[in-house]
C-alpha cells in the first residue's frame, strides 16, 4: 500500500473526487503531483516547466510581431488607424479580464485539460459532461488551426520577401501551401523532443521575440524615410486617432469593433501556461501567473507596435491591395528602404518560427488531456500515448499535424477563406475560455474553491466583464466586411460556417452518441476514502456526472459511476 497522502479537502482544488479522497499511487508525491492526484490525475511528465519557461512557450505562442504582421489586414484594413489605436486599448481591457479570471481557474485545477476541466467541474448538476464536451471541443478547434495559420502568414511573409528581390515574380497559393506544410513538419519534429529541450528551445525562442519586437519598434520610426517623400516624420495624432478608413459597410463604430478580430486573435495564447501546468513546478502559482504576465507584457507591448505602426503608414489601401500578398511587408516597403525591409521582414519570420512550434506544443497537450478521457473515441488510446523515450504525447503532435495540414488547403479558396484561420481560432478559443469563467461568476457560488493565485472579492466583477466582452464579440466576429448586393462568395466571412460546421456535427455527435458514454474527466490514480480503509476507487470508469450530486467542495461525492468502488 502506497504513503498516505493529503485529502482532495487538504488541497486548494476544485476537484471531481469526494472532499475524503485521499490519492495512493506506488511513491511517495512531491507538492506539484499532490496537487494533480487531488484532481484525479497521476503524474506522467517531468516538471522541468518553470514559471520563466511557461511564460517564454506564452509569449511565444503569443508571437506579437509574427501575429500583428498576419493580421494587419483586420486590424488596419477595417477601420484604419483608429482601429490600431483605440481598438487595441479597448478590447486589451477585456481581454486582461478574461486572462485574469482563466489564472484563477488555473490555480485552482491546474491539469493540461484546463478549461475542459473546469467546465465539467464547475457546470451544475447533470450539465458537466455536455459543458466539458463543448468547452472541450471548441478549445481544441482554437488549438489546431493556431499552428496552420502562423504558419500560413510565415509562408506568405517569406515569398513576399522573395517577391521584393524579384518583382517578377508572383506567389501562388500552391507554393504558399506547400511551404506552409514544411513549416509544420519541422515544428513537428522539435515539439517531438523530451520536455527539457522543449522549454530550452522556447526559452530561446521567446528571448529572441521580445528582442526583436523591441528592435523593431525602435528601427521603424528611426529608419523611416516618409520625410523622403515630402510627409512629416510621423502622422498628426488627429489623423492616427480620429480619421477612419472605410473598409467595411459598417457605421466606425461597428468597424472598430470589427477590428477586435486581431486583438483578439492575437491575444489568445496566454491560456498556454494552463496547458503546460502538469509540467511545470509549482503549478498552482507559477502557471496562473505566467497567464496573466502574458497578457499584461503582451498586451502593453502589443500596444507600443500599433502605435508605431499607426504614426508611420503612408497609404493603407496601397497596403492592403499591395500584389505582394501581405500588407505588412507592402507596408514596411512604404516607410523604409528595401533592405531594411528585408531585414525585418526576416527578424519577423524568425519570431513566427518560434510562435508556431510554441502552439504546436500547446495544441498537443491538449489533445492529450481529451484523450485521456477518451474524447476522440478510438484514436483515444493512440492520441493519449506518451513516448517512453520522450515522455513527451509525440502522437498527439503528429495527430494536429495531419489535422493542421488538411486545414491549410482553405489556402486554395483565396485570403478570405485563408483568413477564416484566424476568426475560427480567435471565436473557438474566447468560446472555450469563456464557458467556465460564465459557469464560474453565475452559477458556482460557494461550490468553488479558489487556488493560492486568486483574485478576492474582484473574481465576480472581472469574471462578469469577461463573459459580457466575448458575448459582444461572438457575432462581431462572424460578421463579413461589406453587406447588400457586394456580398458574395468571395467577400463572405467564412467563419460562421468553417466553425460552426464541426460545431454542430459535435453537438449532433453528442446527441445521438457521445451522450451515452462521455461523463467527463476520469481519474485515472488511485484513492481511498477516509475513514473507510478498504474501500477504493480504481478510477477507470469514474466520471464527472453531478447531475444527484454536488462536488467535491461540499463534502460529497462528484463523480458518477459508484460501480467502479470496489474493495481491494
Known amino acids: 500500500m502506497s504513503k498516505r497522502n493529503k ?70 484594413g477595417y477601420a484604419g488607424t483608429p482601429g490600431m489605436t483605440w481598438g487595441w486599448l479597448i478590447a486589451m481591457v477585456f481581454i486582461q479580464c478574461v486572462a485574469m479570471s482563466m489564472a484563477e481557474l488555473c490555480s485552482s485545477m491546474p491539469t493540461s485539460g484546463g478549461l475542459y476541466y473546469a467546465a465539467a467541474v464547475l457546470a ?21 488551426t493556431a499552428a496552420p495559420s502562423v504558419d500560413y502568414g510565415m509562408a506568405s511573409m517569406m515569398l513576399a520577401a522573395a517577391s521584393i528581390q524579384n518583382p517578377t515574380y508572383v506567389p501562388q497559393n500552391y507554393e504558399v501551401f506547400l ?20 522549454a530550452n528551445f522556447n526559452s530561446v525562442g521567446s528571448t529572441l521575440n521580445i528582442i526583436i ?35 467595411t459597410d459598417y457605421p466606425n463604430g461597428l468597424a472598430l469593433l470589427l477590428t477586435f478580430v486581431a486583438v483578439v486573435w492575437t491575444m489568445s495564447g496566454y491560456d498556454a501556461p494552463f496547458h503546460l501546468s502538469e509540467e511545470c513546478s509549482n503549478a498552482n502559482i507559477a502557471s496562473p501567473r505566467a497567464i496573466v504576465l502574458t497578457s499584461g507584457v ?98 498527439a503532435v503528429w495527430f494536429n499535424t495531419f489535422i493542421g495540414i ?19 481560432g480567435a471565436l473557438a478559443g474566447f468560446v472555450a475560455f469563456t464557458i467556465p469563467i460564465f459557469i464560474r461568476v453565475f452559477f458556482v457560488g460557494n461550490r468553488f474553491r479558489p487556488g493560492p493565485w486568486n483574485l478576492g472579492r474582484a473574481s465576480i466583477p472581472i469574471g462578469t466583464a469577461a463573459c459580457a466582452f466575448v458575448i459582444l464579440m461572438v457575432p462581431i466576429l462572424m460578421l463579413p466586411s461589406v453587406t447588400g448586393s457586394d456580398l458574395d462568395a468571395a467577400g463572405m466571412n467564412w467563419t460562421c460556417l468553417v466553425y460552426g460546421g464541426p460545431m454542430t456535427f459535435i453537438l449532433i455527435w453528442w446527441i445521438v452518441d457521445a451522450r451515452k458514454w462521455f461523463k467527463g474527466p476520469k481519474v485515472n490514480i488511485e484513492h481511498q476514502m477516509l475513514g473507510r ?15 444527484s450530486t454536488e462536488s467535491s467542495t461540499s463534502n460529497k461525492h462528484g463523480i458518477d459511476g459508484q460501480e467502479g468502488n470496489k474493495k481491494m
Open 406 to 424: 488538411l486545414m491549410t488547403f482553405l489556402i486554395f479558396g483565396g485570403a478570405l477563406a485563408a483568413g477564416a484561420l484566424f476568426s475560427i
Open 213 to 247: 519586437l523591441v528592435v523593431v519598434i525602435i528601427i521603424i520610426p528611426a529608419a523611416t524615410n516618409r520625410e523622403d517623400q515630402g510627409l512629416p516624420r510621423f502622422a498628426p495624432s488627429s489623423v492616427v486617432w480620429g480619421q477612419f478608413y472605410a473598409g
Open 533 to 547: 480503509p478498504g474501500n477504493t476507487l480504481d478510477g477507470t470508469p469514474a466520471v464527472i456526472d453531478r447531475s
Open 179 to 198: 511551404l506552409t506544410a514544411l513549416i509544420m513538419v519541422i515544428q513537428s519534429c522539435i515539439s517531438s523532443m523530451p520536455t527539457k529541450w522543449i
Open 7 to 76: 485529502s482532495v479537502a487538504e488541497e486548494q482544488v476544485t476537484s471531481v473526487l469526494e472532499a475524503g479522497g485521499v490519492p495512493m499511487y506506488e511513491r511517495p508525491l512531491t507538492a506539484d503531483e499532490e496537487v494533480l492526484a487531488a484532481l484525479g490525475y497521476k503524474p506522467e511528465f517531468k516538471r522541468e516547466f518553470s514559471l520563466w519557461t511557461s511564460f517564454c512557450v506564452s509569449f511565444a505562442v503569443l508571437g506579437l510581431l509574427p501575429s500583428f504582421a498576419s493580421t494587419l489586414y483586420y486590424g488596419m
Open 298 to 395: 503582451g498586451g502593453v507591448m502589443g500596444w507600443f507596435l500599433q502605435l508605431v505602426v499607426a504614426y508611420t503608414v503612408v497609404d493603407i489601401e496601397a497596403a492592403l491591395d499591395s500584389e505582394l500578398g501581405q500588407p505588412y511587408a507592402a507596408y514596411l516597403l512604404q516607410i523604409l528602404p528595401q533592405n531594411i525591409t528585408l531585414a525585418i521582414l526576416a527578424l519577423t519570420i524568425v519570431c513566427a518560427f518560434s510562435m508556431g512550434q510554441g502552439c504546436m506544443v500547446a495544441a498537443s497537450r491538449v489533445t492529450f488531456a481529451y484523450s485521456r478521457d477518451e474524447c476522440f473515441g478510438p484514436l483515444s488510446p493512440i492520441t493519449k500515448r506518451v513516448n517512453r523515450h520522450t515522455r513527451t504525447p509525440v502522437n
Open 124 to 144: 451544475p448538476p447533470g450539465w458537466g459532461p455536455l459543458a466539458a464536451w463543448v468547452t472541450g471541443w471548441s478549445n481544441w478547434l482554437c488549438q489546431i
